[in-house]
C-alpha cells in the first residue's frame, strides 16, 4: 500500500508560494482553486470531495457531520493507520475534523477548544478598546463562568506571551510541535498522515530571528471596511516574514516525510488580502488572491514539473483515494496524476463567522 501525507500550508497565497517555496519538488499545478475563501469550507472540500455547501458546512453550521464516510474513514476502513496534526483551532474535535484518525495532535492554540477553556479570542475583541482592565474582566470571567477555571487563565497567560515573543510553546504557531511530532513518529506501512500549519495566517507574528519589521496589529474587517490607521506595507511585510518561517520550517518537515512516505500533496486551503481592492485578511469576498492557491504533488522525483489545467481541492481528495486504491466513484474530484482537460472551479462564498461578526 502507498503512504500518503497531506499538508495544508494554511492561509498561504499563491504567489508568496512561488517566492519562498523554490526548494519544493514534485508537480506544480498552476492553476489550482480553493473552493472557499476560509478554513472550514476548505477543508470540507478536503475531506469528502464535494463542494462544502453539499457536505452541509458553512458559516452556521462549521462542523463535519455529515453522513458519508469522510477521507480518514475512508482509508481507516482500508486498514490504513490514520494520523494528524492541526495547528488550527478550527479543524480540531469540536467541529470533528478528527473523524477517523487514530491519533489527532494539535498545537496549544487547540487546547481553547479541546478542554472546554475560556473564549480569550472573543472576548478581547469585544472589549478591545478598555485597555489592561479588559484582562482584569476576563479572569472574573474565567472565575463564575462555566469553564475549567485555572486552565484558562494559563491560556490566556500563553496568549499574552505568544503576543510578545515569549515562551517555548508559543514561539510559533504550531511549526516546531508538528515538527518534533513528525520526527519522533515511527511511521509504518499503510500511512496516512494529515497536518495543518498555520503561520501565514494572522497575527504576522514570525519568530524574533525571522522579523524584519515589528509585527503588526491588524484586524482584516476593520481595515476592509473603515478608516483605521496602519501600515500596508508593514502588513505585507510580516506577512512575507511569516511565509519566510514556514517555508523553512516545512523544508525540514518535508525532508523527514520523504524518507516515509510515498506521495506527499503540499496545498494551501486559502489564500490572505494584503490591501488587493481595499481589503484584507480572508473573511470577506473570493478575490483571485483568496482562491488562488498552491498546489504541488510529490512522488519520489527530485525535479520541479508544471501543469497548466484547471484544478480545485474536490481533486485532492479523489487524488489521495486514487492513490490508496480506494474507490472513488462518489466524488466530484479527479485524480490529479492523470491526465485532465480544463474543468470548471467554483468558489463559495460562506460569508462572515459569528466570532469575525463581533
Not at 23 to 42: C, I, M
Not at 90 to 119: T, V
Not at 312 to 341: C, M, P, Q
Request: aromatic residues 12%.
Amino acid at each position: 500500500m502507498t503512504n500518503i501525507a497531506l499538508v495544508v500550508l494554511d492561509t498561504l497565497r499563491k504567489d508568496y508560494f512561488d517566492k519562498h517555496f523554490d526548494w519544493l519538488p514534485g508537480t506544480r499545478y498552476e492553476n489550482a482553486w480553493s473552493t472557499s475563501h476560509w478554513t472550514v469550507p476548505s477543508h470540507a472540500s478536503l475531506f469528502t470531495g464535494r463542494y462544502a455547501s453539499e457536505a452541509g458546512v458553512y458559516r452556521g453550521a462549521q462542523k463535519l457531520d455529515i453522513n458519508d464516510g469522510v477521507l480518514a474513514e475512508r482509508l481507516s476502513d482500508a486498514k490504513y493507520t490514520t494520523r494528524a496534526f492541526s495547528a488550527n483551532p478550527n479543524i480540531s474535535s469540536r467541529f470533528l475534523f478528527d473523524r477517523g484518525f487514530d491519533e489527532f495532535e494539535g498545537s496549544w492554540r487547540l487546547n481553547h477548544i479541546e478542554k472546554n477553556l475560556f473564549d480569550w479570542d472573543v472576548f478581547i475583541e469585544k472589549h478591545r478598546k478598555e485597555g489592561v482592565l479588559r484582562y482584569l474582566k476576563a479572569i472574573k470571567e474565567c472565575i463564575i463562568t462555566d469553564c475549567n477555571t485555572i486552565p484558562s487563565i494559563k491560556h490566556g497567560a500563553l496568549l499574552k506571551l505568544r503576543d510578545l515573543g515569549y515562551g517555548r510553546l508559543t514561539i510559533d504557531d504550531g511549526a516546531r510541535s508538528g515538527l518534533e511530532l513528525i520526527e519522533t513518529t515511527n511511521f509504518d506501512q499503510n500511512e496516512f498522515f494529515f497536518a495543518n500549519l498555520m503561520e501565514p495566517h494572522s497575527p504576522y507574528s514570525a519568530p524574533p530571528e525571522y522579523q524584519s519589521v515589528e509585527p503588526p496589529e491588524i484586524r482584516g474587517l476593520e481595515a476592509t471596511f473603515t478608516e483605521t490607521a496602519f501600515d500596508p506595507d508593514r502588513i505585507r511585510q510580516a506577512y512575507d516574514d511569516e511565509v519566510s518561517y514556514v517555508s523553512d520550517m516545512y523544508h525540514m518537515m518535508f525532508t523527514e516525510l520523504k524518507n516515509d512516505f510515498d506521495v506527499i500533496i503540499t496545498l494551501s486551503d486559502h489564500g490572505e488580502l494584503l490591501g488587493e481592492d481595499g481589503a484584507w485578511e480572508h473573511m470577506y469576498g473570493i478575490y483571485p488572491e483568496l482562491t488562488h492557491v498552491p498546489l504541488v504533488i510529490w512522488t519520489g522525483e527530485n525535479d520541479v514539473k508544471y501543469r497548466s489545467e484547471s484544478v480545485n481541492l474536490l481533486d485532492v481528495y479523489t487524488t489521495v483515494l486514487e492513490a490508496a486504491d480506494i474507490d472513488s466513484t462518489d466524488t466530484r474530484g479527479r485524480d490529479l496524476r492523470s491526465e485532465l482537460d480544463n474543468a470548471d472551479c467554483l468558489t463559495e462564498y460562506h460569508g462572515i463567522s459569528e466570532r469575525h461578526y463581533q
